[in-house]
């Protein structure tokens, strides 16, 4: 994947979450909110896989999406989430492609059902 991630297509729109404490009146409540605009992305599944528990399964899909280097990109952390396909993902690490022109972010998304 090294050197052929520089011809990734760009063809679908991911929306980056970030972390806030919300006041509810009664307690802080953690929650995440769309931050910044959604973004172009390339999407490559690196595996799932499922596990059953006391009658419930848990479906774990590991996806790495790449994004232009942008002062924006280059802005989030593991403690962002991204929303795409209806997912919710927890970054898991972000890494540079070469000279910085692209980011790599690795995520989890994680399913009970």
Aim: net charge neutral; glycine share 8%; with cysteine.
């Amino acid at each position: 994947m090294g050197g052929g991630m520089s011809r990734v297509r760009f063809d679908r729109r991911i929306q980056v979450r970030r972390f806030n404490l919300v006041d509810d009146g009664f307690q802080s409540i953690e929650d995440y909110a769309d931050y910044g605009d959604p973004i172009w992305a390339a999407r490559v599944d690196m595996n799932a896989s499922e596990k059953a528990d006391a009658g419930w399964v848990n479906a774990t899909l590991a996806t790495r999406f790449v994004v232009k280097s942008t002062s924006f990109t280059r802005d989030l952390t593991a403690k962002d989430q991204i929303a795409s396909g209806g997912l919710e993902y927890e970054i898991i690490g972000i890494s540079e492609v070469g000279r910085r022109y692209q980011l790599q972010i690795d995520c989890v998304a994680l399913a009970k059902q």
